[in-house]
Every structure is written in C-alpha cells, then in structure tokens.
C-alpha cells in the first residue's frame, strides 16, 4: 500500500478526542441529572397528591355521614293550643304548632356584636354547628335488638385542640412524643340511655337551660368523637325553597335558625315566626379542609395556639356566603396552604314546612 493511501485511511479513521469526549459526557450528564429531577418533582407531586387524596378523602367521608344524619332529623311536630305564660289553667289563646324536641344551627363560638348566640360559647369553635335529634337507634345496651328507631341526640362542630384525649396511653409515656394540635370536625352523639332534651326545661327563655341538652355533654367531651381531621370551617346556611322570601336566605339571616328561637326573642319576628316548631327545607353545608402538610406547618408556626385564618370574621351574614368563601380561599391562597372546599345542599326529609304561622 502507498504511503499516499495509509495517510488517507488514518485521516478518515481518526477517533474523539479528549475534549469531544468530556463535552460529550458534561452533556449525558446534564441529561441523567435533568431526568433524575424530573422524576423526583414527579415523585413528590404524586405522594403529595396521593396524601392529599388520602386526608380529603376522610373528610369527604365524613362530609356524607354528616349530610344522612341531619338530612333525617326529626322533631315530631303537632298543633295544640297555646296557654298564656305555658299556664294551662288559663284560657288558650290560639292553636300553633308545638314540639318536645329541638332543632338548633348557628355560630359554635362567640360572635362580636352578639349578631347571634353561640351555641357552645367557646372561642375555640370556629364555624357554624347544629344539633338535633334523630331516629337513629343509637343505645347502650347492646341486648336490645330491632330498636333500629330509637331517639338519639346528635351534632356536628368544628373544635381546635390537641389530641390528648384520643392517642392511646403508650404515647403519652413515650419519650419525645408530642400532641398534634389541629382543627378537627367533632361528632356529637347522645345514646337513649342518656338522652337530655326531655329533663331539660324547653319551655325557658334562657338559652342556657334551653341549650343545656347538648352543652354540658359537650363541654365534658361526653359522646364526642373526631370525625376528621383538618376541618379549619363548617358552614350550615338553612335555606329555602319559598318564593315568596325575598332571598333564600331571608329566613335566617345571620346563619342562626332555632326552633325555640320565638321563646329568646333572638332574630326578627319573621325569624321567629317561620322558625317556630319546624325544620329548615334545606341547608346548603361548606366544609373547608386542608391537607395534613399545611396543618403541620401551621403548628410549627402556632404551636398550641389557633392559627388566625381570619375566620373570626367571616360567616356572619348569611347573605355575604360567596364574599365571605372567596375571601378565606384567598387568604388560604396567599400563605400558600392546600385546602379544599367541599359543598352540598341537602333536603331534610322530614321537613313540613309551612309559611303560615
């Protein structure tokens, strides 16, 4: 072979150098790593949203057991005369409607301006709550059976605490364990055993001894039970079907709606009257949740104390609903937590209402 010929064959067969080599590889690397972070954000954004799922899903659980027990309650409703003063001796005056039991919503904790009374007087109830009471079978003694009708008393409220009561004793023993303090749907459950609402006087104008049924249960955890976790509000907004009302919300205007409310004086005479002895048609429900990493970080910010949300705000007038939601999801928005906002309007079935007094 000519010189001239093996200097071609070289020319053309000539390897990469050093330099093509480590660009080359700076450039697989720059690869590898972009891959390697794409799956990791993809990693994180589907165990985020799987934990998301997971937290919602028990709130959305909760959401429908809330919507079956309310959407039954009952209150038993007739008509009888009434009597100057409850004094039957005296000459009745008129034929109303009258009932033993007693359906009450409204604000949980204090309200500034007393718009409305709170049911449970405790600042750490943020929210609407409502109680009642319902054929739900619910008793002690668990030789009974086929009493699937028994009268119960139930209720739902939003409640920021720890979680003292609830973790077993292995815990409060264990070494560095902490409380978890959250906000937390709370379950009210009263067996026929332990039923209130008949030795409470129903017939006084005091709201205490009216509310009396379900506060002192309440306040001494009796019957009560975490129904979720992470639950920063509950919205009840009794609503109705009327069109004669100027606005659905006419009929409770500040989200307050008692069955006894014409015995306190507390809402309009309007209020008063289409309250008296009968249940809302409907009540539109709001839960608001967030998801377990924001409500972490928000105890590292707070520790034991309830964060400010702004809540203490919001949810006074009924008719400012849509203002008042944006203006939390707003605020949720901007210190960057993970919420959802769960609603439903539901129909109480055993509802007879009547615009006629």
Not at 47 to 67: C, N, P, T
Not at 144 to 162: I, M, Q
Request: glycine share 8%; aromatic share 10%; hydrophobic share 40%.
């Amino acid at each position: 072979m000519s010189s001239r010929k093996v200097s071609a064959v070289r020319r053309f067969s000539k390897g990469f150098t050093l330099i093509e080599l480590l660009l080359a590889m700076t450039v697989l690397a720059v690869i590898l790593m972009t891959l390697a972070m794409m799956m990791n954000q993809t990693t994180g954004a589907w165990r985020q949203a799987r934990s998301q799922l997971e937290q919602f899903r028990e709130a959305e659980a909760a959401f429908g057991s809330m919507g079956r027990r309310i959407t039954d309650a009952v209150l038993n409703t007739y008509t009888d005369y009434e009597f100057p003063g409850g004094d039957r001796r005296k000459t009745p005056t008129r034929y109303v409607r009258q009932s033993e039991l007693h359906f009450v919503c409204g604000p949980g904790g204090q309200v500034e301006g007393g718009l409305a009374p709170s049911l449970l007087g405790a600042q750490a109830a943020p929210g609407q709550a409502v109680f009642f009471q319902g054929p739900f079978g619910s008793h002690a003694d668990g030789d009974l059976t086929g009493l699937n009708t028994l009268l119960n008393a139930w209720g739902y409220f939003v409640e920021f605490g720890d979680d003292r009561e609830a973790r077993p004793g292995y815990l409060e023993e264990a070494v560095g364990a902490q409380p978890r303090h959250r906000f937390r749907l709370k379950e009210f459950q009263q067996k026929t055993e332990e039923l209130r609402v008949y030795a409470s006087n129903l017939t006084a104008a005091s709201q205490d001894v009216l509310f009396d049924w379900f506060r002192k249960p309440v306040s001494s955890g009796r019957g009560v039970h975490t129904l979720a976790e992470n639950v920063i509000a509950l919205v009840i907004r009794p609503m109705s079907s009327d069109k004669t009302l100027a606005a659905p919300t006419q009929m409770a205007s500040h989200y307050y709606y008692d069955t006894r409310a014409y015995q306190q004086n507390v809402g309009t005479a309007f209020e008063q009257a289409r309250s008296r002895h009968q249940l809302p048609p409907l009540l539109e429900i709001t839960l608001v949740v967030l998801d377990e990493n924001s409500a972490a970080r928000l105890e590292q910010e707070n520790g034991s104390t309830m964060p400010d949300l702004g809540l203490s705000q919001l949810f006074h007038d009924a008719a400012s609903y849509e203002k008042d939601l944006d203006e939390l999801e707003a605020t949720l928005v901007a210190r960057k937590l993970g919420y959802r906002a769960l609603k439903k309007t539901i129909r109480l079935r055993n509802s007879r209402w009547s615009a006629v007094d």
